[in-house]
């Protein structure tokens, strides 16, 4: 065992005695919640309650349509609901920084007792009072997996499919580099448990797009620009495009996953124009460039191939500000002003 293992074992055993010490606890996720984000929270909504414990849970954004089915989902609470409620434990699941759930949730909701940060970023913040911060983690729902196995206290059905869905969305169903042997045996386990079909859950959470969704995309597609030596590769989604399409920034999900799968590119990037025209970009790497440094210059973070920040710029200042950064990683001799000459 190692020294960060170690220190994970530490961490998880802290966290199981606050889980034992305690009775009212609260969670919440980071705003456009995805599926690693809500499953790990209903996961672990579903553990502490088997315990005994009071739990609430409270979300900026409403759950996705696509998540509907996981049990429970309905009792996630809006901010609105907090009112004077003071939880003893706050556990904050799958955010690398405490304002990722929300400006308004992150100054309301705070505990008497004790804050715990649960996460898998690379670039995670320890903000909490108790961190469990493991990188090395597939998804937050493997560190909650984790943890109720180190309880000891048997997984149940529900618990397994919120599991199970959480590590299937942050494995890119299991293709990510993220993915490895113990991930797939963890997953075995859960369709063992749980007794759910793999192939609904995937049908659940990404067969049930609106048609809507089609039309933004194939407005966004068209707007594809690769630098000259076929490196990054950007698009951008425009305010009145959500208007034409009927859509909300949330329907762009996915669109980077796309166009990073370009032949030769190394960067890809999806920058969404928001309501209050600052711009919220998507960020995807194939390996070579660590994509949560290049999101942390912008006060972003993430996963070395999987980041985002949120830049105060007009969507097309924000691109080519972005696309010339990304150009120095991926040419450290690179000093042009927004076109692809190498220094
Ligand atoms: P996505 O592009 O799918 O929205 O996000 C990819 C990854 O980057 C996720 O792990 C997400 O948590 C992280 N991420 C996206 N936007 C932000 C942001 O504004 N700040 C931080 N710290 N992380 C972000
Ligand atoms: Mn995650």
Redesign the pocket.
């Known amino acids: 065992m190692n020294t960060s293992q170690m220190v994970d074992m530490q961490n998880y055993s802290t966290l199981l005695t606050l889980f034992d010490r305690y009775h009212n606890f609260a969670l919440s996720t980071?705003i456009?919640p995805?599926g690693d984000a809500i499953g790990s929270e209903l996961s672990l909504y579903l553990f502490l309650t088997r315990l005994g414990k009071s739990v609430k849970m409270f979300n900026t954004d409403a759950v996705p349509a696509n998540y509907r089915f996981l049990p429970f989902w309905e009792s996630i609470e809006s901010a609105r609901s907090i009112g004077t409620y003071r939880p003893e434990v706050l556990v904050v699941l799958?955010a690398?920084?405490l304002e990722?759930i929300g400006k308004t949730l992150s100054k309301t909701l705070s505990p008497t007792q004790s804050l715990i940060n649960i996460d898998h970023?690379a670039?995670a913040e320890a903000f909490g009072d108790v961190n469990l911060i493991v990188p090395s983690a597939s998804s937050t729902s493997e560190i909650v997996y984790k943890l109720i196995k180190s309880h000891q206290t048997p997984i149940d059905k529900a618990c397994a499919l919120c599991l199970y869905t959480g590590l299937m969305f942050d494995t890119g169903c299991f293709r990510y580099s993220n993915t490895t042997a113990e991930t797939h045996q963890i997953a075995a386990e859960l369709i063992e448990i749980g007794g759910f079909a793999p192939d609904e859950v995937y049908r659940n959470v990404y067969e049930q797009v609106p048609v809507t969704k089609m039309h933004l995309l194939s407005e966004v597609l068209r707007t594809l620009q690769i630098t000259d030596d076929g490196k990054i590769a950007s698009v951008y989604a425009t305010q009145t495009m959500f208007r034409k399409t009927r859509t909300t920034a949330d329907a762009v999900?996915g669109v980077?996953n796309q166009i990073q799968a370009i032949k030769g590119v190394e960067v890809a990037l999806c920058a969404s124009e928001m309501a209050d025209r600052s711009t919220?970009v998507?960020?995807r790497s194939q390996g070579g460039v660590d994509v949560s440094q290049l999101?942390a210059e912008f006060?972003?973070?993430?996963?070395a191939r999987?980041?985002?920040?949120?830049i105060v710029m007009p969507y097309l200042l924000a691109i080519a500000t972005l696309v010339q950064t990304a150009q120095r990683y991926i040419d450290p001799r690179h000093v042009g002003q927004g076109d692809c000459q190498k220094g």
Do not use: F, M, P, Q
């Open positions: 980071h456009n995805d799958d690398s920084t990722r970023h670039t999900e980077v919220k998507s960020l999101a006060e972003g973070g993430g996963h999987a980041a985002g920040c949120r």
